[in-house]
């Protein structure tokens, strides 16, 4: 995405509510639907949308809710649709094989899938085009790939998640994915 045009003075925009002055020449230099026309004559062009495509990983904490209303609010406000994903750490369990592990990744499967059906009932509520899925494996990883292949422009996380126990400080999955990924990143 191509960064706007920076003006070469720091004249403030020309604003479409604020009158034309006599003599200031700003009648001559309209706000347009390309960009902001300053009074130095330079101009700003404004590149929309600003995203297309947010990746919101959720484990239902408190912070990655939050983060999910930021990432449907922006979704909103810039007509992008929202990708959300839960992912079961599969690594703390080791191989499913018939057993208890095999009854505990399918209760948190089972989990995610709820609550990614809620967000997806959320996102419908307030028009936004809302896909989710459940993944396996470490949720910084996950999160990356899963960004990669969609090509979001956008990640929206949870700054710590459910396992978290110090609280104002970022959690080790949202700070890898912060220190690593190669688009932007919110915490919220």
């Known amino acids: 995405m191509a960064s706007p045009v920076r003006p070469s003075s720091t004249a403030r925009p020309e604003r479409p509510d604020t009158p034309a002055r006599e003599g200031d020449g700003s009648a001559s230099k309209p706000i347009n639907a ?68 095999e009854i505990v990744l399918d209760n948190l499967e089972d989990k995610g899938a709820a609550m990614l059906e809620e967000l997806n009932d959320r996102a419908e509520t307030v028009g936004v085009d809302c896909d989710w899925h459940v993944c396996h494996g470490r949720p910084w990883e996950q999160v990356r790939e899963t960004a990669d292949e969609m090509n979001a422009d956008l990640i929206v996380i949870g700054y710590q998640g459910q396992s978290h126990t110090r609280t104002n400080r970022i959690g080790s999955v949202a700070e890898r994915i912060v220190r690593t990924a190669d688009r932007p990143v919110l915490t919220a």
């Open 34 to 101: 390309e960009g902001v026309s300053y009074l130095d004559g330079s101009d700003v062009r404004i590149a929309a949308p600003m995203y297309d495509t947010i990746l919101v990983p959720t484990d239902g904490s408190d912070p990655a809710n939050r983060a999910v209303e930021h990432a449907l609010e922006l979704a909103d406000r810039y007509d992008a649709s929202v990708h959300a994903m839960y992912c079961v750490e599969t690594h703390r369990y080791g191989e499913p094989a018939l057993s208890s592990t």
